[in-house]
């Protein structure tokens, strides 16, 4: 290897891992080493520059705990996460779009009408929809895990310290026979992702904002099926063509509608005054 140069480094690099011919780890260590190398190749990379890009991932790891994942937000708003939904949505299915920092994996679970935003304030919002096959057909029995931020665009998981349950303002809630699933919840606001870490001085160095379009999340789960992560968003809130971290898709913006006296509406614990629907689509496993 006393001969290497800056053209024969990157499959000096890709020999000197022992990797198992044919795995998917080698293809995906050999590529990303070619790509990187091409990279700084062409962009002729100075000492300093990548210097700065050491210190920028020292700096994400430095502020990052179990509450606060900066690489993932990295990777927001790089698009990244975006690109890796997109590739991975099913033809047929719903698109998928960002987890986000916020989700918990054991939020309680709520009847069918039941409602996730007692006391909250805001407009109470009914959400309403069905889930279904790529056919058409209602999925009965699937588990529609939903979390969201309040009235003033803030997660309760964000404000723990000033007493909120983190548990507030999500829940689970399972298909009847139609497949059909209803529930009332807060009409969230848009929200900043967490901007005063080096994620944020990076959106700054780029003239970028930190908003997000007020959406709705949910991971829908069925038997025999592939499990979904998305988003929902209004059609009347700002962002839309904007959104920090990319999550928004045509097909996943609902209508936003004020209820009329004469809507027939499903059963629900409390009166909503705002309605919206979002059907769900999963594909086969
Ligand atoms: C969210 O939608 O909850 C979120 C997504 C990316 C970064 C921060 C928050
Ligand atoms: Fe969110």
Same mark, same amino acid.
């Given at each position: 290897? @006393?001969?290497?140069?800056?053209?024969?480094?990157?499959?000096?690099?890709?020999?000197?891992?022992?990797?198992? %011919?044919?795995?998917?780890?080698?293809?995906?260590?050999?590529?990303?080493?070619?790509?990187?190398?091409?990279?700084?190749?062409?962009?002729?990379?100075?000492?300093?520059? $990548?210097?700065?890009?050491?210190?920028?991932?020292?700096?994400?790891?430095? !502020?990052?705990?179990?509450?606060?994942? %900066?690489?993932?937000?990295?990777?927001?708003?790089?698009?990244?996460?975006?690109?890796?939904?997109?590739?991975?949505?099913?033809?047929?299915?719903?698109?998928?779009?960002?987890?986000?920092?916020?989700?918990?994996?054991?939020?309680?679970?709520?009847?069918?009408?039941?409602?996730? /935003?007692?006391?909250?304030?805001?407009?109470?919002?009914?959400?309403?929809?069905?889930?279904?096959?790529?056919?058409?057909?209602?999925?009965?029995?699937?588990?529609?895990?939903? $979390?969201?931020?309040?009235?003033?665009?803030?997660?309760? !998981?964000?404000?723990?310290?000033?007493?909120?349950?983190?548990?507030?303002?999500?829940?689970?809630?399972?298909?009847? %026979?139609? /497949?059909?699933?209803?529930?009332?919840?807060?009409?969230?606001?848009?929200?900043?992702?967490?901007?005063?870490?080096?994620? /944020?001085?990076?959106?700054?160095?780029?003239?970028?904002?930190?908003?997000?379009?007020?959406?709705?999340?949910?991971?829908?789960?069925?038997?025999?099926?592939?499990?979904?992560?998305?988003?929902?968003?209004?059609?009347?809130?700002?962002?839309?063509?904007?959104?920090?971290?990319?999550?928004?898709? @045509?097909?996943?913006?609902?209508?936003?509608?004020?209820?009329?006296?004469?809507?027939?509406?499903?059963?629900?614990?409390?009166?909503?005054?705002?309605?919206?629907?979002?059907?769900?689509?999963?594909?086969?496993?």
């Amino acid at each position: 290897m @006393r001969d290497i140069n800056q053209f024969t480094i990157t499959d000096a690099v890709k020999e000197s891992f022992k990797t198992e %011919e044919g795995s998917r780890f080698k293809f995906l260590l050999e590529t990303l080493i070619d790509h990187l190398h091409d990279y700084t190749r062409e962009v002729n990379l100075t000492h300093e520059e $990548w210097m700065g890009v050491l210190m920028f991932l020292y700096d994400c790891g430095k !502020i990052s705990t179990p509450e606060r994942h %900066e690489f993932i937000l990295l990777s927001d708003v790089l698009g990244f996460s975006a690109l890796v939904d997109m590739i991975n949505t099913r033809g047929g299915a719903t698109e998928g779009s960002n987890l986000g920092p916020f989700y918990l994996d054991d939020a309680p679970r709520f009847d069918l009408g039941g409602d996730l /935003g007692k006391g909250r304030g805001g407009a109470v919002l009914l959400v309403q929809g069905q889930v279904r096959d790529s056919l058409g057909n209602p999925i009965a029995n699937a588990v529609i895990d939903t $979390w969201q931020a309040d009235s003033a665009g803030t997660y309760p !998981i964000q404000e723990q310290a000033s007493g909120q349950d983190k548990y507030d303002l999500r829940g689970i809630f399972t298909t009847n %026979e139609n /497949g059909e699933y209803w529930y009332t919840t807060v009409l969230p606001k848009p929200y900043t992702v967490p901007y005063d870490g080096p994620v /944020g001085k990076l959106l700054r160095a780029g003239n970028r904002h930190a908003w997000r379009a007020s959406h709705l999340h949910y991971i829908v789960r069925a038997k025999g099926y592939r499990a979904i992560t998305t988003e929902m968003f209004f059609d009347n809130t700002d962002y839309l063509d904007n959104d920090a971290v990319f999550g928004v898709r @045509r097909s996943l913006i609902t209508k936003l509608e004020p209820v009329k006296k004469t809507d027939t509406l499903p059963p629900t614990e409390i009166a909503p005054n705002a309605r919206c629907r979002f059907d769900f689509v999963l594909a086969p496993e």
